[in-house]
């Protein structure tokens, strides 16, 4: 019997072991929202998928090499077992010549780790409360100081945290607070400076190479009565009939003023860096009564059912479920070994349909329409793209013309063309960046070009060079290109005609 035919394998972990969904943990039984939602979007994407459930870490190669699928969708967030199994799940498949979206294995353990996670951030400059690591059967520091915030040091989800959790003055129920983490997770505890003030979520999505820190969300608390701590905990999560699940809205986007979202981007992308993420994160937030942002936590496994605040954070931005969905799909593809970019999965867009592929032979006239369209373009440079696009149509990638369109419906709506520069090592000329003029000021030329750069960079190129005109009508070509991170580069004076200099934007990658 042949295997199944399935692009994409969903594995998530079987909640309430054995016995079922009966037996689950509210957190370990939503994994099966999260299921539904990424079905519904590679169903709708026309994607090929199988959904897998598994209990154990040694269950996984049997079911991901059961199917020709190479694309594992994870969604495994416990195992029974050990309790660092469920990290390993990457490593695993990428051992089996598979590759996991989300995070990998090393980005998993840091993050899970509350302690070794504040080092690094601490390391990185980026500011999180003051903390300490109280192992079972220790007292906590004498001069500690109050309020704090006691946490099971390898849990996520907010398991083990509850209003107790909150420790303002009295130092016994700190030791008391301490010692039920201790028994009841076997584990040792997070003891951290509660900070007062507002709460924030930012969420990053990768996308080719390009990491985009999206609206921030704020928890709103104005229904807690005076003397609650104002965190989210297990029951806000994850309780539906608690008060802290019915009382702790989001706001999305936060009112925040641009100083402040400026640092909480700055933070948050930080601590991307800090713990080396990919694909998708959540960080958390404090902002303190003067204002000073303080990272909580960066979630590198966050919940991605529809109703969750990562979805919420996507429709802010404009971004389809399905577009996040195929993104982090085709981020794994491509971190495949000897992978080439598949055509099947079109770049992200933002509702607007518009798919990236390969340029075809019967694109040439829509294109060459466009160009004239533009009015930038002399009737020989327009003889040269007819050319480029005959040579790339016709020989592929060894003509030196990568040439790429946005296209919906059979209607062609830019086009990019780029390739290596001749005698060089790692640098790349964009050949060619048009928009139809009927559809301008929608993004398209940035979506164009950052699939370009992506490209580029996967091809190991270190340089991105662009030729403009020096025209007054250029102006906004120019300006787009500063926008996206080019710098002017050289000028040489009257090279296209009398008056009109040639510009070379380069960016380094």
């Not at 007062?196 to 807690?224: K, Q």
């Not at 699940?245 to 800090?274: C, F, G, M, N, V």
């Given at each position: 019997?042949?295997?199944?035919?399935?692009?994409?394998?969903?594995?998530?972990?079987?909640?309430?072991?054995?016995?079922?969904?009966?037996?689950?943990?509210?957190?370990?039984?939503?994994?099966?929202?999260?299921?539904?939602?990424?079905?519904?979007?590679?169903?709708?994407?026309?994607?090929?998928?199988?959904?897998?459930?598994?209990?154990?870490?040694?269950?996984?190669?049997?079911?991901?090499?059961?199917?020709?699928?190479?694309?594992?969708?994870?969604?495994?967030?416990?195992?029974?077992?050990?309790?660092?199994?469920?990290?390993?799940?990457?490593?695993?498949?990428?051992?089996?010549?598979?590759?996991?979206?989300?995070?990998?294995?090393?980005?998993?353990?840091?993050?899970?780790?509350?302690?070794?996670?504040?080092?690094?951030?601490?390391?990185?400059?980026?500011?999180?409360?003051?903390?300490?690591?109280?192992?079972?059967?220790?007292?906590?520091?004498?001069?500690?100081?109050?309020?704090?915030?006691?946490?099971?040091?390898?849990?996520?989800?907010?398991?083990?945290?509850?209003?107790?959790?909150?420790?303002?003055?009295?130092?016994?129920?700190?030791?008391?607070?301490?010692?039920?983490?201790?028994?009841?997770?076997?584990?040792?505890?997070?003891?951290?400076?509660?900070?007062?003030?507002?709460?924030?979520?930012?969420?990053?999505?990768?996308?080719?190479?390009?990491?985009?820190?999206?609206?921030?969300?704020?928890?709103?608390?104005?229904?807690?009565?005076?003397?609650?701590?104002?965190?989210?905990?297990?029951?806000?999560?994850?309780?539906?009939?608690?008060?802290?699940?019915?009382?702790?809205?989001?706001?999305?986007?936060?009112?925040?003023?641009?100083?402040?979202?400026?640092?909480?981007?700055?933070?948050?992308?930080?601590?991307?860096?800090?713990?080396?993420?990919?694909?998708?994160?959540?960080?958390?937030?404090?902002?303190?009564?003067?204002?000073?942002?303080?990272?909580?936590?960066?979630?590198?496994?966050?919940?991605?059912?529809?109703?969750?605040?990562?979805?919420?954070?996507?429709?802010?931005?404009?971004?389809?479920?399905?577009?996040?969905?195929?993104?982090?799909?085709?981020?794994?593809?491509?971190?495949?070994?000897g992978a080439l970019p598949d055509d099947s999965l079109e770049g992200l867009d933002r509702g607007g349909g518009w798919r990236l592929r390969t340029t075809r032979a019967d694109d040439r006239g829509a294109i060459l329409e466009i160009i004239a369209a533009t009015g930038r373009f002399r009737s020989d440079e327009q003889a040269v793209a007819w050319e480029v696009l005959r040579e790339a149509e016709t020989r592929g990638a060894t003509s030196g013309y990568h040439s790429w369109c946005l296209a919906r419906e059979g209607t062609v709506a830019g086009w990019v063309c780029f390739g290596p520069t001749p005698c060089c090592a790692g640098t790349f000329d964009v050949y060619?960046?048009?928009?139809?003029?009927?559809?301008?000021?929608?993004?398209?030329?940035?979506?164009?070009?950052?699939?370009?750069?992506?490209?580029?960079?996967?091809?190991?190129?270190?340089?991105?060079?662009?030729?403009?005109?020096?025209?007054?009508?250029?102006?906004?070509?120019?300006?787009?290109?500063?926008?996206?991170?080019?710098?002017?580069?050289?000028?040489?004076?009257?090279?296209?005609?009398?008056?009109?200099?040639?510009?070379?934007?380069?960016?380094?990658?």
């Open positions: 019997m042949s295997a199944p035919a399935a692009d994409v394998i969903i594995l998530y972990n079987r909640p309430g072991g054995a016995e079922g969904i009966r037996t689950a943990q509210a957190s370990e039984a939503g994994v099966l929202e999260e299921v539904r939602a990424v079905e519904e979007a590679l169903g709708a994407l026309g994607i090929p998928f199988r959904s897998e459930s598994v209990r154990f870490l040694r269950d996984i190669p049997a079911v991901v090499t059961g199917t020709r699928a190479r694309v594992v969708f994870n969604l495994v967030e416990s195992l029974e077992g050990r309790p660092g199994d469920v990290n390993a799940v990457p490593a695993v498949c990428r051992a089996l010549e598979r590759s996991a979206t989300g995070n990998d294995t090393p980005s998993l353990e840091l993050a899970l780790d509350k302690w070794i996670a504040k080092s690094l951030l601490a390391a990185a400059g980026i500011p999180t409360p003051p903390a300490a690591l109280v192992l079972p059967g220790e007292e906590p520091p004498a001069d500690f100081e109050l309020p704090a915030i006691v946490k099971p040091l390898g849990m996520d989800a907010s398991e083990g945290i509850d209003a107790s959790s909150v420790i303002r003055s009295v130092r016994s129920d700190l030791v008391d607070a301490l010692r039920r983490v201790h028994e009841r997770w076997g584990q040792p505890a997070l003891l951290e400076r509660y900070v007062e003030g507002r709460e924030i979520n930012v969420s990053l999505l990768e996308h080719r190479g390009e990491v985009e820190v999206l609206p921030p969300a704020e928890i709103d608390f104005s229904a807690f009565p005076p003397g609650r701590p104002r965190i989210v905990d297990y029951a806000a999560k994850w309780i539906p009939s608690s008060f802290a699940y019915r009382h702790t809205p989001r706001k999305i986007p936060a009112e925040l003023d641009e100083p402040l979202a400026a640092d909480l981007r700055r933070l948050a992308r930080a601590s991307w860096d800090a713990l080396r993420c990919r694909d998708y994160v959540r960080v958390d937030f404090r902002v303190d009564p003067a204002g000073r942002p303080w990272v909580l936590e960066v979630n590198a496994n966050p919940d991605i059912s529809r109703d969750a605040g990562f979805a919420a954070a996507l429709g802010a931005a404009g971004i389809p479920y399905e577009s996040f969905v195929r993104a982090v799909v085709e981020n794994a593809r491509r971190r495949l070994p060619w960046l048009a928009v139809d003029p009927a559809h301008q000021g929608r993004g398209l030329g940035r979506i164009l070009l950052e699939h370009a750069e992506s490209e580029i960079r996967s091809a190991g190129g270190r340089l991105s060079v662009v030729e403009t005109s020096s025209r007054a009508d250029y102006e906004p070509t120019r300006a787009f290109y500063r926008k996206m991170g080019y710098s002017e580069a050289a000028r040489l004076a009257g090279l296209y005609a009398a008056g009109d200099d040639k510009i070379v934007f380069l960016k380094d990658f």
